[in-house]
């Protein structure tokens, strides 16, 4: 079971740093990612982690966003910086047991979580 917290609203330029717990299964042996929905669009693809070396970032977000994991903490991490208005959107944490060159597709991830709000303000 995945959990996603920490959403809200902020400015933009603003950061913000958003958690997924995990509960049941250890991070460590998961394939992690998380999506976002704006509204009226489909889910997209924001950040994957194959490996704490081996992050993936859609354009859109690359060198703003950063993907990580806590092991001893059993969570996952996405630390969103210089935020923009388009970044607002219901943020997903996603995951699996064995890397995809699909990673970036939400039909290869069996495990979510409920989604937390980022409302970024111009």
């Known amino acids: 079971q995945l959990q996603a917290f920490g959403g809200g609203s902020v400015q933009a330029g603003g950061s913000l740093r958003l958690s997924c717990a995990a509960s049941?299964?250890?991070?460590?042996?998961?394939?992690v990612a998380w999506f976002r929905q704006a509204p009226g669009k489909e889910r997209q693809f924001v950040a994957g982690l194959r490996s704490p070396t081996k992050p993936y970032y859609s354009d859109s977000v690359k060198g703003r966003f950063t993907i990580s994991k806590d092991s001893a903490k059993n969570a996952v991490y996405l630390q969103m910086n210089s935020l923009k208005p388009e970044d607002t959107a219901v943020y997903y944490c996603?995951?699996?047991?064995?890397?995809?060159?699909?990673?970036?597709?939400?039909?290869?991830?069996?495990?979510w979580g409920q989604g937390t709000l980022v409302t970024v303000s111009s």
């Open positions: 996603a995951a699996r047991h064995v890397w995809s060159v699909q990673y970036y597709s939400q039909n290869q991830y069996p495990y």
């Open positions: 049941g299964r250890s991070v460590s042996d998961l394939i």
